[in-house]
């Protein structure tokens, strides 16, 4: 680039000018200002050239016209990807474009999620602080600092023709024209946007740029096409964004005028469409049109799954049940190891030096009595001004003062607090490498052992706890720190120092010269020769994120210096430049340990200085003629990034460049880039060292600076398939997906090694096969502190030959490093054990991925380069997640754009599929204390559901391959099976029945339920029939028999006279609960009309539950509406009017004001088969179904209740139930009259004023038998749970309770029974006394828990088991085990048979069919205007295939079982006990297997604790599920993997699509029972106002 040298700045404009992008990097200022002021200062210093429109930069980035030439080279940094130069390699950038290209062609519609407007955070860059930052995989915890700038630079530098060109992404808008000409005009290629593969910057110059000109114009029409598309885009927000038939990007030119077009008229359309403008008309599962954006996205989604899925899979492994999980079958083609038993590699003998020193303390002592002027180390201050100069006799004396003051000023001298032996933490910031060189001394001169740690800056720092746990167990009660640290930890209002999370309780010791008494002259520590004592423990952050101690005795750290000085040829006062960590690890062998053992002088730059300059390292090597320098790849990086002509560098003088990250595969192109740039300033290639180390292992291999004799540097280019295989194969045919690795020199002298198989016993592996290297040295370290078990398996690892036989009889450590000894015995390292993924048998490195993550164009898109990847074990498997920080700026389009091509780029080069992809807002993942990201604590809350982040893409269906195979239907036993008696196939026909109805007494003789109240007006005019409560608990009214009859005739003289009723016309009875609905009622059967009651519309509620109201009266044809006056005036009023139109309701009467008169002859019914009343209920599957009771089924009914209940007139019941149809209005309006017991009625809405309104009157009414429904019971549980303690002083008290029933049509909800009897069993409650009863449409009551009998059983079965339709019994507490509750007692008079629902046979006992039901009070069928018949008479009358052909039964459409207990019932007889499982219409086929919804929806409530309702169904074949979030809305996205895990866990489903709702969502009927129907279908129809929709791939 020629005029890259146009402009030179003086040297105090770059100053102002590295402290303007300091300022923006950590959020002082913002872009705004930072653009400004910089404009400013360079303004003066740039040629003033025209520019033209066309060229005119329009972006956000820059708001100041600068040339592109100029801009290129200042703005060059900001504008280039932001990337991890860690992960950066061209060859690996192609190789994702072209895997993209590559998945371009089967173009992938994948519908984007629906977020509701407020979670679409629009914000702006002031909001955000840039942070300290770098990208994390799996091995990342050791903590990666942040990059200088706002952004990491894409290029590697400008060495090449084309270098320096990171590749900018959308966002850098430059305008479409601008684009196109760089296409066509490729001479311009100077501006800051480079080819596609952000141009490699190794020494190719501009050879191939031919080739990349095409490619070029190729990319520049794509990003083109996407650039208009954004532009045409208007602003709607009134619906998100639809990416739906939007493929990415599209690179032909007839594609972009068409979406040039389709934008247009989709502004056009915008003024006309509905809301929602982009729905298709489609038809749901029940063939009803729906046009909607939902149902469009979940077609697209049903087709996105079309597709064909990886190869199927044959082998199964039993999961403990006959329901086989696949386990993945090796692939025959899979690469296999070929080659010989590979033999270990022997490094060269350690030479002894002669004047080697026999301990690192004598050493000290030498150098600081012999040389005490002799530097030792030199710091510097955040400017890179020299600091301070720690000579070697200052070193010594301040260690002497140090270990002094430990062993003798702490504690009393009896009990000194601190003895030889005791472990002490060391907490000194990076930037006082002095202080803590003294302490570490002093320590070891004490014979104490040291533990540097981190500084802890708040008490909840990422990770502390466990760095608490780890000083815990080593009994470290004493923490030694510098003055500057000591004032700057976080301090409790009274100044003294907090208790951080997890750690022991410590001494803080200032080490301070001047804090430290003098030791007396005649003391002096003992410097012995090395033994095998600890000398130090350095922290090690597994996988997890637990912490551990490695120990390292004084023999291992001497004979480690020596083996550094021998590989390193170190020699006596060299000067050596250190950027790295000085606590631990390669920082601490290098400038702390084996510098002091050669005298050489460090020079330390701490982590501040490279903030603000990233050249400073290399400006202290020119300085101080440096002749080493340790440093990592991003230091490197960060180099090549500021490195702005800087005239004045030599680095002639460095013979040795370590650089200590060398292992990590992509530290290579680092090393590349800076060798390329830097050569010209005398860097010599053979000056870079790359080294290999792990905590455990010490340093493992190092590069030796070149002599003549030495093997030249290796290279190996690797397929990343065979890599996956763990076999090594040099790639041939597939160019995509390779990693290149460079050696990292041979093994350390005097020591041996040998590569183990990862998993299992640890054999040799052969020549061509990757495997954890082992070393065996003296030079290792040697335990975890205090974990024998660990330390076994990782520090004596004996080897075994293929023969089986030891390698050597002398224990073997394990690195941790995953690669193989190559040719020459050089070492490559291909990855870390820690960032390993073996996911479906085949192994992938995080790092590669993230890797290949941050290649993905835009390379902007992600925060500072900052991802996370790791898996996560679900279902049996591992699955890889990946989480990135995306930028501040970024739109819902972008991520969503960017997440789909990272998942294609993974699958093309890894063959591994993403299982989900996250993105949080940038700077919100944990980080470690250098900065990275903290890998373990991001997985934490990404486990736990808190990671909040603003968008989330799953994709089960791609990833999970070894679900159980969908079930085959087995043909059932058909009517050819012996039926010997009773038995089915080999087991007791499953039936059962209540009591027999034979014993007549007084009241039984009359047939109809109107003369029933005559004969007790006559007989006891004055018994209190009933009671209605208010909600302050005192009696709002009541009714005598007489009352009642008095006022029903009253009623049944307005029908006759009024409303001109004929016999058997119908009348619906539109009150509130309470009295008059009784009065009404039996006036209704007084005149001979049939009543149908019907709850009334909510008054604040008009528009939704009058409509329900006009179609139940327009279905049971009623001729007049009866009710009260306050209704009858709502049903004018101006809402409900605009509702229904008043004109279209029969005559509305209203009852408040009775004649006086009484009808002249009360009806008598001449059949008892006639109509009595109808039943109108909204079923759970949302159907409106009326049945028809006659007055025998009636009679029958209360009949059945009044002797399972033992009902006489003495006996007193209290009711909270609605009154309108089921058991609940039989209990409220019939039962009372012809038992003659006094009802107690509470209306449940009262309960919403004074919860505790129900259990008060039954204590104060000392009630034996209530009934309630489950709302008044969740009520009560939610409502007083905290509340028992008031209820017990104000004397509630429920010890006479023996019966409390729910009523319910449902599976018992056996956790609400018992959580409310633990609940009020302080009250008295009987545990026992709670039960539930079981009716449906074809019969209201099939069950109902009696006084008499056996108590209610519990039993717990198999899940898995029930989806094949079977009965297996478990034990409690095994898994899969699900508790189901019995029903409560067959009613007298009641029969029960299971039957098969498609054959219809008889099923056998403990099998799960579908309950008939024969019984006197039946229904008597279904009252429709339609009339269908064959539905009427298939529900009401069915007869079994084979077996008893010829009663009548009627199905109830529920499923369960029965099964013969040990228990007596009342007779003697052995008790039969029914378990409802659930009903058939809700039940969902699904991989032809049964599901429950309540199985599914109580799984995915217990798996947050955000989520207070769930509700599931199915939509061609796609599981929905709907989830209520208690919570603020950012915690959304938390759900969708947490939902998605549970489901795939416990049910074996994939869900495919997950919608977040607020409370209240999910429509609840009035017995407590989820509507899912209605959920539905106002999912498809749009009109469920979603937080979140995520579409699952």
Same mark, same amino acid.
């Given at each position: 680039?020629?005029?890259?040298?146009?402009?030179?700045?003086?040297?105090?404009?770059?100053?102002?000018?590295?402290?303007?992008?300091?300022?923006?990097?950590?959020?002082?200022?913002?872009?705004?200002?930072?653009?400004?002021?910089?404009?400013?200062?360079?303004?003066?210093?740039?040629?003033?050239?025209?520019?033209?429109?066309?060229?005119?930069?329009?972006?956000?980035?820059?708001?100041?016209?600068?040339?592109?030439?100029?801009?290129?080279?200042?703005?060059?940094? #900001?504008?280039?990807?932001?990337?991890?130069?860690?992960?950066?390699?061209?060859?690996?950038?192609?190789?994702?474009?072209?895997?993209?290209?590559?998945? *371009?062609?089967?173009?992938?519609?994948?519908?984007?999620?629906?977020?509701?407007?407020?979670?679409?955070?629009?914000?702006?860059?002031?909001?955000?602080?840039?942070?300290?930052?770098?990208?994390?995989?799996?091995?990342?915890?050791?903590?990666?600092?942040?990059?200088?700038?706002?952004?990491?630079?894409?290029?590697?530098?400008?060495?090449?023709?084309?270098?320096?060109?990171?590749?900018?992404?959308?966002?850098?808008?430059?305008?479409?024209?601008?684009?196109?000409?760089?296409?066509?005009?490729?001479?311009?290629?100077?501006?800051?946007?480079?080819?596609?593969?952000?141009?490699?910057?190794?020494?190719?110059?501009?050879?191939?740029?031919?080739?990349?000109?095409?490619?070029?114009? +190729?990319?520049?029409?794509?990003?083109?096409?996407?650039?208009?598309?954004?532009?045409?885009?208007?602003? $709607?927000?009134?619906?998100?964004?639809?990416?739906?038939?939007?493929?990415?990007?599209?690179?032909?030119?007839?594609?972009?005028?068409?979406?040039?077009?389709?934008?247009?008229?989709?502004?056009?359309?915008?003024?006309?469409?509905?809301?929602?403008?982009?729905?298709?008309?489609?038809?749901?599962?029940?063939?009803?049109?729906?046009?909607?954006?939902?149902?469009?996205?979940?077609?697209?989604?049903?087709?996105?799954?079309?597709?064909?899925?990886?190869?199927?899979?044959?082998?199964?492994?039993?999961?403990?049940?006959?329901?086989?999980?696949?386990?993945?079958?090796?692939?025959? $083609?899979?690469?296999?190891?070929?080659?010989?038993?590979?033999?270990?590699?022997?490094?060269?003998?350690?030479?002894?030096? =002669?004047?080697?020193?026999?301990?690192?303390?004598?050493?000290?002592? %030498?150098?600081?009595?012999?040389?005490?002027?002799?530097?030792?180390?030199?710091?510097?201050?955040?400017?890179?001004?020299?600091?301070?100069?720690?000579?070697?006799?200052?070193?010594?004396?301040?260690?002497?003062?140090?270990?002094?003051?430990?062993?003798?000023?702490?504690?009393?001298?009896?009990?000194?607090?601190?003895?030889?032996?005791?472990?002490?933490?060391?907490?000194?910031?990076?930037?006082?490498?002095?202080?803590?060189?003294?302490?570490?001394? &002093?320590?070891?001169? @004490?014979?104490?052992?040291?533990?540097?740690?981190?500084?802890?800056?708040?008490?909840?720092?990422?990770?502390?706890?466990?760095?608490?746990?780890?000083?815990?167990?080593?009994?470290?009660?004493?923490?030694?720190?510098?003055?500057?640290?000591?004032?700057?930890?976080?301090?409790?209002?009274?100044?003294?120092?907090?208790?951080?999370?997890?750690?022991?309780?410590?001494?803080?010791?200032?080490?301070?010269?001047?804090?430290?008494?003098?030791?007396?002259?005649?003391?002096?520590?003992?410097?012995?020769?090395?033994?095998?004592?600890?000398?130090?423990?350095?922290?090690?952050?597994?996988?997890?994120?637990?912490?551990?101690?490695?120990?390292?005795?004084?023999?291992?750290?001497?004979?480690?210096?020596?083996?550094?000085?021998?590989?390193?040829?170190?020699?006596?006062?060299?000067?050596?430049?250190?950027?790295?960590?000085? *606590?631990?690890?390669?920082?601490?062998?290098?400038?702390?340990?084996?510098?002091?053992?050669?005298?050489?002088?460090?020079?330390?730059?701490?982590?501040?200085?490279?903030?603000?300059?990233?050249?400073?390292?290399?400006?202290?090597?020119?300085?101080?003629?440096?002749?080493?320098?340790?440093?990592?790849?991003?230091?490197?990086?960060?180099?090549?990034?500021?490195?702005?002509?800087?005239?004045?560098?030599?680095?002639?003088?460095?013979?040795?460049?370590?650089?200590?990250?060398?292992?990590?595969?992509?530290?290579?192109?680092?090393?590349?880039?800076?060798?390329?740039?830097?050569?010209?300033?005398?860097?010599?290639?053979?000056?870079?060292?790359?080294?290999?180390?792990?905590?455990?292992?010490?340093?493992?291999?190092?590069?030796?600076?070149?002599?003549?004799?030495?093997?030249?540097?290796?290279?190996?280019?690797?397929?990343?398939?065979?890599?996956?295989? &763990?076999?090594?194969?040099?790639?041939?045919?597939?160019?995509?997906?390779?990693?290149?690795?460079?050696?990292?020199?041979?093994?350390?002298?005097?020591?041996?090694?040998?590569?183990?198989?990862?998993?299992?016993?640890?054999?040799?592996?052969?020549?061509?096969?990757?495997?954890?290297?082992?070393?065996?040295?003296?030079?290792? &370290?040697?335990?975890?502190?205090?974990?024998?078990?660990?330390?076994?398996?990782?520090?004596?690892?004996?080897?075994?030959?293929?023969?089986?036989?030891?390698?050597?009889?002398?224990?073997?450590?394990?690195?941790?490093?995953?690669?193989?000894?190559?040719?020459?015995?050089?070492?490559?390292?291909?990855?870390?054990?820690?960032?390993?993924?073996?996911?479906?048998?085949?192994?992938?490195?995080?790092?590669?991925?993230?890797? =290949?993550?941050?290649?993905?164009?835009?390379?902007?898109?992600?925060?500072?380069?900052?991802?996370?990847?790791?898996?996560? =074990?679900?279902?049996?498997?591992?699955?890889?997640?990946?989480?990135?920080?995306?930028?501040?700026?970024?739109?819902?389009?972008?991520?969503?754009?960017?997440?789909?091509?990272?998942?294609?780029?993974?699958?093309?080069?890894?063959?591994?599929?993403?299982?989900?992809?996250?993105?949080?807002?940038?700077?919100?993942?944990?980080?470690?204390?250098?900065?990275?990201?903290?890998?373990?604590?991001?997985?934490?809350?990404?486990?736990?559901?808190?990671?909040?982040?603003?968008?989330?893409?799953?994709?089960?269906?791609?990833?999970?391959?070894?679900?159980?195979?969908?079930?085959?239907?087995?043909?059932?036993?058909?009517?050819?099976?012996?039926?010997?008696?009773?038995?089915?196939?080999?087991?007791?026909?499953?039936? @059962?029945?209540?009591?027999?109805?034979?014993?007549?007494?007084?009241?039984?003789?009359?047939?109809?339920?109107?003369?029933?109240?005559?004969?007790?007006?006559?007989?006891?005019?004055?018994?209190?029939?009933?009671?209605?409560?208010?909600?302050?608990?005192?009696?709002?009214?009541?009714?005598? /028999?007489?009352?009642?009859?008095? #006022?029903?005739?009253?009623?049944?003289?307005?029908?006759?006279? #009024?409303?001109?009723?004929?016999?058997?016309?119908?009348?619906?009875?539109?009150?509130?609960?309470?009295?008059?609905?009784?009065?009404?009622?039996?006036?209704?059967?007084?005149?001979?009309?049939?009543?149908?009651?019907?709850?009334?519309?909510?008054?604040?509620?008009?528009? =939704?539950?009058?409509?329900?109201?006009?179609?139940?009266?327009?279905?049971?044809?009623?001729?007049?509406?009866?009710?009260?006056?306050?209704?009858?005036?709502?049903? !004018?009023?101006?809402?409900?009017?605009?509702?229904?139109?008043?004109?279209?309701?029969?005559?509305?009467?209203?009852?408040?004001?009775?004649?006086?008169?009484?009808?002249?002859?009360?009806?008598?019914?001449?059949?008892?088969?006639?109509?009595?009343?109808?039943?109108?209920?909204?079923?759970?599957?949302?159907?409106?179904?009326?049945?028809?009771?006659?007055?025998?089924?009636?009679?029958?009914?209360?009949?059945?209740? *009044?002797?399972?209940?033992?009902?006489?007139?003495? %006996?007193?019941?209290?009711?909270?139930?609605?009154?309108?149809?089921?058991?609940?209005?039989?209990?409220?309006?019939?039962?009372?009259?012809?038992?003659?017991?006094?009802?107690?009625?509470?209306?449940?809405?009262?309960?919403?004023?004074?919860?505790?309104?129900?259990?008060?009157?039954?204590?104060?009414?000392?009630?034996?038998?209530?009934?309630?429904?489950?709302?008044?019971?969740?009520?009560?549980?939610?409502?007083?749970?905290?509340?028992?303690?008031?209820?017990?002083?104000?004397?509630?008290?429920?010890?006479?309770? !023996?019966?409390?029933?729910?009523?319910?049509?449902?599976?018992?909800?056996?956790?609400?029974?018992?959580?409310?009897?633990?609940?009020?069993?302080?009250?008295?409650?009987?545990?026992?006394?709670?039960?539930?009863?079981?009716?449906?449409?074809?019969?209201?009551?099939?069950?109902?828990?009696?006084?008499?009998?056996?108590?209610?059983?519990?039993?717990?079965?198999?899940?898995?088991?029930?989806?094949?339709?079977?009965?297996?019994?478990?034990?409690?507490?095994?898994?899969?085990?699900?508790?189901?509750?019995?029903?409560?007692?067959?009613?007298?008079?009641? !029969?029960?048979?299971?039957?098969?629902?498609?054959?219809? &046979?008889?099923?056998?006992?403990?099998?799960?069919?579908?309950?008939?039901?024969?019984?006197?009070?039946?229904?008597?069928?279904?009252?429709?205007?339609?009339?269908?018949?064959?539905?009427?008479?298939?529900?009401? /009358?069915?007869?079994?295939?084979?077996? +008893?052909?010829?009663?009548?039964?009627?199905?109830?459409?529920?499923?369960?079982?029965?099964?013969?207990?040990?228990?007596?019932?009342?007779?003697?007889? #052995?008790?039969?006990?029914?378990?409802?499982?659930?009903?058939?219409?809700?039940?969902?086929?699904?991989?032809?297997?049964?599901?429950?919804?309540?199985?599914?929806?109580?799984?995915?409530? !217990?798996?947050?604790?955000?989520?207070?309702?769930?509700?599931?169904?199915?939509?061609? $074949?796609?599981?929905?599920?709907?989830?209520?979030?208690?919570?603020?809305?950012?915690?959304?996205?938390?759900?969708?993997?947490?939902?998605?895990?549970?489901?795939?866990?416990?049910?074996?489903?994939?869900?495919?699509?997950?919608?977040?709702?607020?409370?209240?969502?999910?429509?609840?009927?009035?017995?407590?029972?989820?509507?899912?129907?209605?959920?539905?279908?106002?999912?498809?129809? +749009?009109?469920?106002?979603?937080?979140?929709?995520?579409?699952?791939?």
């Amino acid at each position: 680039m020629a005029d890259r040298d146009s402009v030179a700045l003086p040297s105090e404009v770059r100053a102002r000018l590295a402290e303007l992008e300091l300022e923006l990097s950590e959020g002082d200022i913002t872009q705004k200002g930072y653009e400004k002021k910089r404009s400013k200062l360079i303004g003066a210093y740039l040629p003033q050239s025209p520019v033209s429109g066309s060229e005119a930069p329009m972006g956000q980035e820059r708001k100041t016209p600068v040339t592109p030439s100029s801009s290129s080279r200042y703005n060059r940094r #900001r504008l280039s990807g932001s990337r991890d130069e860690r992960y950066r390699s061209d060859v690996h950038t192609e190789a994702v474009q072209a895997a993209l290209a590559k998945h *371009k062609e089967r173009k992938m519609a994948v519908p984007m999620p629906s977020k509701r407007r407020s979670l679409v955070v629009q914000t702006s860059m002031d909001a955000y602080t840039p942070p300290d930052t770098s990208s994390g995989s799996e091995g990342e915890a050791d903590g990666e600092e942040e990059c200088p700038e706002e952004d990491r630079v894409g290029g590697g530098g400008g060495g090449g023709g084309g270098g320096g060109d990171g590749t900018s992404s959308l966002e850098d808008s430059l305008s479409t024209e601008h684009w196109v000409s760089r296409g066509l005009h490729p001479a311009s290629s100077s501006t800051t946007t480079g080819s596609s593969a952000s141009s490699s910057s190794s020494s190719r110059g501009s050879s191939g740029s031919g080739a990349a000109v095409g490619r070029l114009a +190729d990319v520049l029409q794509q990003h083109a096409h996407l650039h208009r598309h954004r532009l045409h885009r208007t602003e $709607n927000h009134s619906a998100p964004p639809d990416v739906t038939g939007y493929t990415n990007n599209s690179s032909s030119s007839s594609d972009g005028t068409q979406v040039d077009r389709a934008a247009c008229t989709g502004n056009a359309a915008h003024k006309h469409a509905p809301k929602y403008g982009n729905a298709e008309l489609m038809e749901t599962g029940d063939g009803v049109p729906v046009s909607s954006r939902v149902s469009a996205k979940i077609q697209q989604l049903v087709n996105t799954l079309k597709r064909p899925k990886r190869p199927p899979l044959r082998e199964f492994f039993v999961d403990d049940f006959e329901e086989l999980l696949e386990v993945q079958q090796p692939d025959p $083609n899979q690469p296999r190891a070929e080659g010989a038993q590979m033999s270990p590699s022997q490094g060269e003998q350690l030479g002894v030096v =002669t004047n080697w020193p026999p301990s690192l303390e004598a050493a000290l002592q %030498r150098w600081g009595t012999i040389s005490p002027k002799a530097p030792c180390l030199s710091t510097m201050d955040p400017n890179g001004k020299p600091l301070y100069v720690l000579t070697y006799g200052k070193l010594w004396s301040r260690s002497i003062k140090v270990a002094y003051n430990l062993l003798h000023k702490l504690g009393s001298k009896q009990e000194p607090l601190v003895r030889p032996g005791d472990r002490v933490a060391l907490v000194y910031p990076n930037n006082d490498p002095a202080a803590f060189i003294t302490a570490f001394y &002093g320590c070891l001169l @004490a014979e104490v052992v040291p533990v540097p740690i981190e500084v802890p800056l708040s008490r909840k720092d990422a990770g502390s706890q466990q760095i608490g746990f780890l000083l815990g167990s080593c009994g470290v009660t004493v923490a030694l720190t510098s003055d500057a640290c000591h004032k700057g930890l976080p301090k409790s209002p009274t100044g003294e120092i907090q208790q951080f999370k997890g750690w022991p309780k410590v001494l803080w010791f200032v080490t301070e010269s001047k804090h430290l008494s003098k030791p007396p002259r005649d003391w002096f520590p003992l410097t012995k020769d090395a033994n095998q004592d600890t000398a130090y423990i350095e922290y090690k952050t597994c996988k997890d994120g637990s912490v551990l101690g490695v120990t390292v005795t004084r023999v291992a750290m001497l004979a480690h210096s020596q083996a550094l000085t021998q590989c390193c040829s170190y020699t006596e006062a060299e000067t050596i430049v250190n950027v790295l960590d000085f *606590k631990k690890d390669v920082g601490l062998w290098h400038a702390v340990l084996t510098s002091v053992m050669n005298m050489m002088h460090v020079i330390s730059i701490p982590y501040a200085l490279m903030k603000v300059n990233p050249l400073s390292w290399i400006q202290k090597v020119c300085q101080y003629k440096a002749r080493v320098a340790c440093v990592k790849s991003r230091d490197m990086h960060w180099a090549l990034v500021a490195h702005r002509d800087q005239r004045d560098i030599n680095l002639s003088s460095l013979r040795m460049l370590l650089v200590a990250d060398g292992s990590n595969p992509w530290s290579i192109s680092s090393c590349d880039a800076f060798l390329n740039v830097f050569q010209t300033k005398g860097l010599r290639s053979e000056v870079i060292c790359p080294c290999a180390s792990s905590p455990e292992a010490l340093t493992v291999a190092i590069r030796r600076p070149v002599e003549e004799d030495s093997v030249p540097p290796g290279r190996g280019v690797l397929s990343m398939s065979g890599l996956s295989h &763990g076999v090594i194969r040099v790639d041939s045919e597939e160019k995509l997906s390779v990693l290149t690795l460079q050696d990292v020199g041979s093994v350390m002298p005097g020591g041996l090694m040998c590569a183990v198989k990862p998993e299992g016993l640890p054999l040799l592996c052969k020549t061509d096969e990757i495997g954890e290297l082992c070393v065996c040295t003296l030079a290792t &370290g040697t335990s975890y502190y205090g974990l024998s078990g660990m330390t076994k398996n990782t520090f004596e690892v004996f080897p075994l030959s293929g023969a089986g036989s030891p390698l050597s009889d002398v224990p073997f450590t394990r690195t941790g490093l995953l690669g193989f000894i190559g040719p020459a015995g050089l070492i490559f390292v291909a990855g870390k054990m820690d960032g390993l993924m073996v996911v479906g048998g085949r192994r992938h490195n995080a790092d590669d991925i993230v890797a =290949t993550a941050l290649a993905v164009e835009p390379m902007k898109f992600v925060y500072r380069g900052r991802i996370a990847v790791f898996s996560i =074990t679900v279902l049996h498997d591992e699955r890889i997640v990946v989480v990135a920080e995306q930028r501040p700026d970024s739109t819902e389009e972008d991520s969503f754009q960017w997440m789909s091509r990272v998942l294609q780029a993974i699958d093309g080069i890894h063959q591994v599929g993403v299982y989900c992809l996250a993105l949080v807002p940038s700077n919100t993942l944990p980080k470690t204390p250098l900065g990275g990201i903290h890998l373990s604590e991001t997985k934490q809350l990404f486990l736990e559901g808190a990671l909040h982040p603003c968008n989330v893409l799953m994709c089960p269906h791609t990833c999970v391959t070894n679900l159980p195979k969908p079930r085959q239907k087995q043909p059932e036993i058909g009517p050819a099976s012996v039926m010997v008696g009773n038995l089915v196939s080999g087991k007791r026909i499953a039936q @059962a029945s209540g009591r027999d109805l034979t014993q007549m007494e007084d009241n039984d003789q009359f047939l109809f339920l109107s003369e029933v109240l005559q004969w007790r007006a006559q007989t006891t005019p004055d018994h209190v029939l009933y009671t209605l409560l208010n909600s302050r608990g005192t009696i709002a009214s009541s009714l005598t /028999c007489v009352q009642l009859h008095k #006022r029903a005739e009253k009623i049944a003289a307005i029908l006759s006279e #009024r409303a001109h009723l004929q016999d058997g016309d119908h009348v619906a009875l539109v009150y509130p609960p309470g009295v008059d609905l009784v009065v009404a009622f039996y006036g209704c059967l007084y005149a001979g009309c049939v009543p149908i009651t019907v709850r009334p519309p909510h008054p604040q509620n008009i528009t =939704t539950t009058l409509p329900t109201v006009k179609m139940i009266v327009e279905v049971s044809r009623s001729v007049c509406v009866m009710t009260t006056q306050v209704i009858s005036k709502l049903l !004018r009023s101006k809402e409900a009017t605009a509702t229904v139109d008043l004109r279209t309701w029969p005559p509305v009467i209203d009852t408040d004001d009775l004649p006086k008169k009484k009808p002249p002859l009360l009806h008598k019914p001449l059949n008892p088969d006639t109509l009595a009343y109808l039943d109108f209920s909204v079923s759970t599957t949302g159907m409106l179904a009326g049945v028809k009771m006659s007055h025998s089924a009636t009679s029958a009914f209360c009949r059945s209740i *009044k002797l399972q209940c033992e009902l006489y007139p003495s %006996r007193e019941v209290a009711i909270c139930l609605d009154p309108y149809c089921g058991l609940g209005f039989v209990l409220w309006c019939l039962c009372s009259v012809y038992s003659g017991h006094q009802s107690i009625l509470i209306p449940p809405s009262e309960l919403e004023l004074n919860p505790s309104l129900w259990l008060s009157a039954v204590s104060q009414y000392k009630v034996r038998d209530t009934f309630c429904s489950y709302s008044v019971m969740e009520l009560c549980t939610k409502g007083l749970g905290l509340q028992t303690d008031a209820l017990k002083s104000r004397g509630v008290d429920l010890s006479r309770v !023996r019966t409390c029933v729910v009523v319910a049509e449902e599976r018992p909800r056996i956790s609400l029974t018992q959580s409310f009897s633990k609940l009020f069993k302080d009250l008295g409650l009987h545990p026992r006394a709670v039960s539930t009863s079981f009716g449906c449409r074809v019969n209201l009551a099939i069950c109902l828990q009696g006084t008499s009998g056996p108590d209610p059983t519990t039993v717990f079965v198999d899940m898995r088991a029930l989806r094949h339709d079977r009965v297996r019994l478990v034990e409690r507490g095994s898994p899969h085990s699900l508790p189901l509750m019995e029903s409560g007692k067959i009613l007298p008079g009641v !029969r029960i048979i299971i039957a098969n629902p498609e054959t219809k &046979g008889p099923m056998g006992e403990s099998h799960l069919g579908e309950i008939w039901v024969h019984s006197g009070h039946n229904a008597s069928g279904y009252f429709t205007v339609y009339g269908d018949e064959a539905l009427q008479s298939d529900h009401f /009358c069915s007869r079994l295939s084979f077996g +008893d052909t010829q009663t009548v039964w009627a199905r109830t459409g529920y499923l369960g079982f029965l099964r013969r207990t040990e228990l007596t019932d009342a007779n003697g007889e #052995r008790h039969d006990a029914l378990y409802v499982v659930g009903a058939l219409e809700e039940a969902m086929e699904l991989r032809g297997m049964r599901y429950h919804p309540i199985d599914i929806e109580t799984s995915v409530i !217990r798996t947050h604790k955000s989520i207070t309702e769930c509700a599931v169904f199915t939509w061609t $074949n796609l599981l929905v599920v709907v989830v209520e979030l208690d919570g603020s809305e950012h915690e959304a996205l938390d759900l969708v993997p947490m939902v998605t895990n549970v489901v795939l866990e416990e049910h074996y489903l994939i869900v495919g699509v997950v919608v977040v709702v607020d409370i209240g969502v999910i429509p609840i009927n009035s017995r407590g029972e989820k509507q899912r129907m209605h959920l539905r279908d106002g999912f498809l129809a +749009d009109q469920l106002d979603p937080i979140y929709v995520a579409y699952n791939m």
